[in-house]
């Protein structure tokens, strides 16, 4: 019989050639990283510029008395803005303000993504896809999530009010929106619809 002291340190041999092994790849060479493999974060949006090449862009929640409320956001310079201030819209607001807009929405995609300041979009609307989370609202507050839609593209866009139109759609499908005649609209809106003016986009902090 092996004594016992002899047993005991085969079995940690053993033990730790297996240790060794886990994790261990069977491809046999190391890869590079393709650009899908590493995760895409979004930019980080501040209350205030954090280097020279920060733009503005504005996102506008509501007040107690469900005004609304255009506040400024900067973040670094890129392609994609108008759908960046959707997404710091649908994070929900900051302290002392509201939102209408169900806080489990999310934006699936804006078409076309026209940049912060462009004079003029195509001539189709532009559609913001949300998920299914935003037809949570019901009534007034209906109108307030559209309306908070609608207003933080039109004072991303202010050259492009006047024939700026937005379509809705929740996960693809096309959405009907209330405007401010209590009716709810199968056609795409535009700011008019909910007396929008330059002075809905003043910033208030």
Same mark, same amino acid.
């Given at each position: 019989?092996r004594?016992p &002291? %002899? &047993?005991?340190?085969?079995?940690?041999?053993?033990l730790?050639? !297996?240790?060794c092994?886990c994790g261990v790849?069977?491809?046999g060479?190391?890869?590079?990283?393709?650009?899908?493999?590493?995760p #895409? =974060?979004?930019?980080?949006?501040?209350?205030?510029?954090?280097a020279?090449s920060d733009l503005?862009?504005?996102?506008v929640w509501l007040?107690?008395s469900?005004?609304?409320?255009?506040?400024? %956001?900067? !973040?670094?310079e890129q392609a994609n &803005? /108008?759908?960046?201030?959707?997404?710091? =819209?649908l994070?929900?607001?900051?302290?002392?303000y509201?939102?209408?807009?169900?806080?489990?929405? %999310?934006?699936?995609?804006?078409?076309?993504?026209?940049?912060?300041?462009?004079? +003029?979009?195509?001539?189709?609307?532009?559609?913001?896809d949300?998920?299914?989370?935003?037809?949570?609202?019901?009534g007034?507050?209906? =109108?307030?999530a559209v309306?908070?839609?609608v207003?933080?593209?039109a004072c991303?866009l202010?050259q492009?009010?006047?024939h =700026?139109?937005?379509?809705?759609? *929740?996960?693809?499908?096309p959405?009907?929106?209330?405007? /401010?005649n209590?009716?709810? *609209?199968? &056609?795409? *809106?535009t700011?008019a619809?909910? #007396?929008?003016t330059?002075? +809905?986009c003043?910033?208030v902090?």
């Amino acid at each position: 019989m092996r004594p016992p &002291r %002899r &047993r005991l340190a085969v079995a940690l041999v053993v033990l730790a050639l !297996a240790g060794c092994a886990c994790g261990v790849p069977t491809s046999g060479s190391p890869r590079a990283l393709g650009q899908n493999d590493v995760p #895409q =974060l979004a930019p980080t949006t501040t209350t205030a510029p954090a280097a020279l090449s920060d733009l503005p862009f504005t996102v506008v929640w509501l007040t107690s008395s469900n005004a609304t409320a255009a506040l400024v %956001r900067y !973040a670094p310079e890129q392609a994609n &803005r /108008l759908a960046n201030a959707l997404n710091v =819209l649908l994070e929900g607001p900051p302290a002392a303000y509201f939102t209408a807009i169900p806080i489990a929405t %999310r934006l699936n995609g804006v078409t076309p993504n026209a940049a912060v300041g462009q004079a +003029s979009v195509q001539s189709e609307p532009i559609t913001v896809d949300l998920s299914n989370s935003f037809q949570e609202s019901s009534g007034l507050d209906e =109108l307030l999530a559209v309306e908070q839609v609608v207003f933080t593209i039109a004072c991303n866009l202010p050259q492009a009010v006047p024939h =700026l139109l937005i379509s809705f759609e *929740v996960d693809g499908n096309p959405l009907q929106v209330p405007v /401010l005649n209590n009716t709810t *609209v199968a &056609r795409p *809106v535009t700011p008019a619809d909910y #007396q929008f003016t330059s002075a +809905s986009c003043m910033p208030v902090g």
